[in-house]
């Protein structure tokens, strides 16, 4: 189990995340970028999760204490559109990577939904990140071209998502292509927010087989 802590953003200002540590001295560190729904105890336990597979696992608090319930999309929507992605990425999340690169030499950005796109803003923006796992989430390319992502970059989607399609998938892999960035994509047969246990759409097999290869990910670029 983690606990909350405060931590430093670039800026001066105090952000709150929920920190899981590994059982030993200077392990890897994770960010972890909540979905929409605020940083949930099922964001927590992702963190717990990544501690106990030997990382440093962090995950800050972008709606500054606010956690929506699976019941109102509505309000998770609102919270969502009123965030700056922008400063997010450049202060809480830098911010997270600077606070973990205190302990770890290496640093990994993943996030599910929302902090998908906010993972891909980081793999562009973040100077102190390593590498990249990305789960059903894209920016606008103006804000996060492919063409931008400077780390190792994975990425993780289902093939039914109303929100981050696949034609959207689709352009955002080609134009890695184009531009020779370092990134993998992987597609399911799986609804959007299938890591997540706690909803219906929740689909066990797509969401190990994703774990896994982040982990493999992670051990390749992280551990080196």
């Known amino acids: 189990m983690g606990t909350m802590i405060?931590?430093?953003?670039?800026?001066?200002?105090?952000?709150?995340?929920?920190?899981?540590?590994?059982?030993?001295?200077?392990?890897?560190?994770?960010i972890v970028i909540q979905e929409w729904w605020g940083l949930q105890d099922q964001i927590k336990g992702m963190c717990d999760r990544l501690a106990r597979a030997g990382y440093d696992a962090l995950a800050p608090d972008l709606y500054g204490g606010k956690a929506i319930g699976y019941h109102d999309s509505d309000a998770a929507g609102r919270e969502m559109n009123s965030l700056n992605f922008l400063d997010a990425t450049d202060n809480i999340v830098r911010g997270a990577a600077q606070y973990l690169r205190k302990s770890s030499k290496k640093v990994g950005l993943t996030g599910f939904c929302l902090g998908g796109a906010v993972t891909i803003l980081g793999a562009v923006?973040?100077?102190?990140?390593?590498?990249?796992?990305c789960f059903y989430g894209i920016p606008p390319e103006a804000a996060g071209p492919p063409s931008g992502v400077k780390v190792p970059f994975q990425?993780?989607?289902?093939?039914?998502?109303?929100?981050?399609?696949?034609?959207?998938?689709?352009?955002?892999?080609?134009?890695?292509?184009?531009?020779k960035a370092p990134g993998e994509i992987f597609r399911y047969d799986a609804d959007?927010?299938?890591m997540n246990e706690q909803r219906t759409v929740h689909d066990r097999a797509a969401a190990e087989l994703a774990w896994?290869?982040?982990?493999?990910?992670?051990?390749?670029?992280?551990?080196?």
């Open 6 to 30: 405060s931590f430093k953003r670039p800026d001066g200002k105090d952000t709150a995340g929920y920190l899981a540590k590994a059982g030993r001295d200077h392990a890897p560190g994770v």
């Open 125 to 133: 923006r973040v100077p102190e990140l390593d590498a990249a796992c």
């Open 155 to 179: 990425g993780h989607f289902a093939k039914r998502d109303d929100w981050c399609t696949p034609e959207l998938v689709s352009k955002f892999e080609a134009g890695l292509k184009q531009a």
């Open 192 to 194: 959007h927010a299938f």
């Open 212 to 224: 896994g290869r982040m982990l493999a990910f992670w051990k390749l670029h992280l551990e080196g």
